[in-house]
């Protein structure tokens, strides 16, 4: 049982490029979930998706699109990558909203835009 | 102030020590509370859940305490595997308006020989 993979796991961009961050879970999740974590602050939520073609905005919405075409994937798009979109990504899948039950998070993505 | 509070630490401790960790919420009517540990460059992992009544998992307690708006955790008898940092994940109560977890910046643990 992989749980939720992530890929790639180090990517480097230089500004203004763009990238698709994947996300795929294999425990029939409804719940997805994108979050970034700097250093020294909480994990802050990007977007999130409740099923299969429902997607919203989380906190740090700027600069990232979503979409949720089947309950396992769920791809993080960065359109004219700046600086400050350097950061740890983690997705995450949970069995009830909110992650009531626990989230499941994947390993992580390291971006770093140059 | 912060929706959810950490001391970042480091907390440096000796093997086989008892060490605690508060962490402190805004909104009085949040509803759900767990604590995350991650290690150094992994991802977060549910280490337990925080029940009004408390409880216990091995070597870990984790306590609510409503009035005054804080979740603790305690970890007894230390192990050099326990250094990591643990992760305070309030969520906001329903019909809110959208979607609310907050997860604290964490508090580092370093346990030594």
């Known amino acids: 049982n992989a749980g939720v993979t992530q890929t790639p796991k180090f990517r480097i961009l230089k500004i203004g490029q763009s990238m698709t961050l994947q996300c795929t879970q294999d425990m029939n999740h409804n719940y997805m979930y994108w979050y970034r974590q700097d250093p020294g602050m909480g994990l802050k939520l990007i977007y999130y998706s409740v099923g299969a073609g429902i997607t919203d905005k989380g906190e740090v919405p700027n600069g990232y699109n979503v979409s949720r075409s089947t309950t396992e994937d769920f791809p993080l798009r960065l359109e004219l990558a700046a600086p400050s979109q350097t950061s740890v990504y983690f997705c995450?899948?949970?069995?009830?909203?909110?992650?009531?039950?626990?989230?499941?998070f994947g390993s992580g993505t390291r971006l770093t835009v140059v | 102030r912060k929706e959810v509070e950490q001391d970042p630490g480091p907390f440096n401790v000796p093997e086989g020590a008892t060490v605690a960790f508060n962490c402190t919420y805004s909104?009085?009517?949040?509803?759900?509370f767990f604590w995350y540990r991650q290690d150094c460059r992994k991802e977060p992992k549910l280490l337990m859940s925080v029940y009004s009544s408390g409880n216990e998992d091995g070597r870990f307690t984790a306590q609510l305490n409503r009035a005054s708006q804080y979740i603790s955790l305690l970890i007894r008898d230390s192990k050099l595997s326990d250094s990591a940092t643990y992760l305070c994940v309030v969520n906001a109560p329903p019909n809110t308006g959208g979607f609310k977890t907050i997860f604290g910046a964490g508090t580092r643990l370093f346990v030594k020989a």
């Open positions: 909104n009085s009517a949040s509803q759900s």
């Open positions: 995450a899948s949970s069995y009830l909203l909110e992650g009531a039950d626990g989230y499941t």
